[in-house]
């Protein structure tokens, strides 16, 4: 029971961030790169804190730092820059579409096989995303910000899949955090002034702060806590819950409306996942005892 505690406390950080990225980033209260300059140090901030604190040390060195450290400022990058054009919809859709592309991958090349239900799970989930996310009318996409987000899942999904063998999920936390500010700065540098040249508002480093002192540098870490107890691709299927949580949350603190696409689509987005975890076959297997 806590363990399942632990990870639902996990999906609503991943909902947050879109949230408070959509808010920030989206609403013009702070360009991109610096939200995730902020968001980086925030957490390494944090989370040095917290493991020095604990008369632990930080692991900076390590091999895995290489894959931990760099998919995690891909992941920061490509994030924040889509949704400088993208709603949260749409982002969420092909984030955790693409997540789901690299980490059944990834797991299947590492060895695993999926059930044939985990794969028909995580298709009729992403169907109902799709049915949820995908804006209406003949608008064009932005080419940029998907290629950008596209690039930010393929990060996320190696960043998870690399979580499966930690040992101190804090401090691998705290030292890919650290390690991910440097080029996150230079990026910031590098930008020529023209380009999303956005002046911070106070509440844009607000948000930037919670979001990488709390919903990433804590909410990763314990992701990286319970991820050694998931398998790859079931880690990617219980992801596909975040969209449908930050829907809820527009609903109930930014008063969104409630239509019948969004039960029908969050219906069939949960009944996937469901079913690719075996839910109903349990349940099943409990009535007939």
């Given at each position: 029971m806590r363990f399942l505690l632990l990870v639902c406390v996990v999906l609503v950080a991943f909902a947050s961030n879109s949230i408070l990225n959509r808010l920030a980033v989206g609403s013009g209260e702070i360009d991109a790169l610096v939200f995730a300059v902020i968001r980086a140090v925030a957490g390494a901030v944090t989370l040095a804190v917290l493991v020095l604190a604990r008369r632990r040390s930080l692991p900076l060195f390590k091999p895995a730092r290489f894959v931990g450290a760099g998919s995690l400022t891909l992941y920061l990058v490509g994030f924040s820059m889509a949704y400088v054009q993208m709603d949260a919809g749409l982002g969420a859709l092909i984030l955790f579409g693409g997540v789901q592309v690299t980490m059944f991958a990834g797991t299947v090349l590492g060895g695993e096989r999926p059930p044939a239900r985990r794969w028909i799970g995580a298709a009729l989930a992403l169907a109902g995303l799709a049915w949820l996310s995908w804006p209406s009318g003949a608008a064009a996409l932005p080419v940029i910000a998907v290629i950008a987000m596209l690039l930010a899942a393929v990060g996320w999904g190696i960043y998870s899949l690399a979580g499966r063998t930690s040992t101190d999920p804090m401090a691998e936390t705290g030292a890919n955090f650290i390690w991910s500010v440097p080029p996150l700065l230079l990026?910031?540098?590098?930008?020529?002034?023209?380009?999303?040249?956005?002046?911070?508002?106070?509440?844009?480093?607000?948000?930037?702060?919670?979001?990488?002192?709390?919903?990433?540098?804590?909410?990763?870490?314990?992701?990286?806590?319970?991820?050694?107890?998931?398998?790859?691709?079931?880690?990617?299927l219980l992801q596909l819950t975040v969209p449908i949580i930050a829907m809820v949350a527009g609903v109930v603190l930014l008063d969104e409306l409630i239509t019948w696409r969004m039960i029908g689509a969050g219906a069939l987005t949960l009944g996937g996942i469901a079913y690719g975890l075996g839910v109903f076959q349990r349940m099943a297997g409990s009535r007939a005892s």
């Open positions: 990026l910031s540098m590098m930008r020529p002034a023209q380009i999303d040249g956005i002046e911070a508002s106070t509440w844009g480093i607000i948000l930037a702060v919670v979001a990488g002192a709390i919903t990433s540098g804590l909410g990763y870490a314990l992701w990286y806590s319970v991820l050694p107890r998931l398998g790859g691709t079931v880690s990617a």
